[in-house]
């Protein structure tokens, strides 16, 4: 047993601390690229209203190909086009890959690196400082090239689900 500060015994008590909504969450899967690597998605920093750069990162991609940031308001369908999510690509010759996230924004860029697996990208976006976000929650997936400047064939991160805090 052990006592607090005022001397009263807490044996038997738990304390249970969550995180949930704290951190970008993590689903899917993705799906590999050159080499066999699979590209990772991480967030550093804090989803809060008002952060002027929460920096969405992208690791093991293909060093100097072109990617694509993908943005979405959901994670299961694809409103305009009632396409039900995940989206296999098979169609495009990708039957390993997964669109996870509706594709409502598209950021480019080009990852650093040179060859596979050593590729990796940043892309900071900026939450209004608008206390109405709070508990809204986006959604993302890195698409990267294979073929230097081509999206097909690509290779896709797994989601990450990003929920906004005050």
């Known amino acids: 047993p052990w006592a607090d500060a005022a001397g009263l015994d807490n044996s038997g008590r738990v304390t249970v601390l969550s995180l949930a909504g704290l951190i970008p969450v993590p689903f899917g899967s993705g799906c590999p690229g050159a080499g066999g690597y699979v590209p990772t998605i991480s967030a550093t920093g804090s989803p809060n209203a008002g952060n002027p750069a929460l920096p969405i990162e992208l690791a093991q991609a293909l060093g100097g190909s072109f990617t694509v940031l993908v943005l979405g308001l959901s994670n299961t369908a694809w409103s305009p086009f ?42 900071s976006l900026a939450i209004p400082p608008d206390p109405n976000l709070a508990g809204a929650t986006f959604y993302a997936q890195w698409w990267t090239s294979l073929l230097g400047i081509n999206l097909i064939p690509g290779a896709l991160s797994g989601g990450l689900a990003i929920t906004i805090r005050p």
């Not at 039957?95 to 050593?118: A, I, Q, R, Y």
């Open 82 to 123: 009632s396409i039900p999510l995940p989206w296999n690509l098979a169609f495009l010759g990708m039957s390993d890959c997964n669109l996870l996230v509706s594709g409502d924004f598209l950021l480019p860029s080009v990852t650093s690196g040179n060859g596979p697996g050593t590729g990796s990208a940043s892309v």
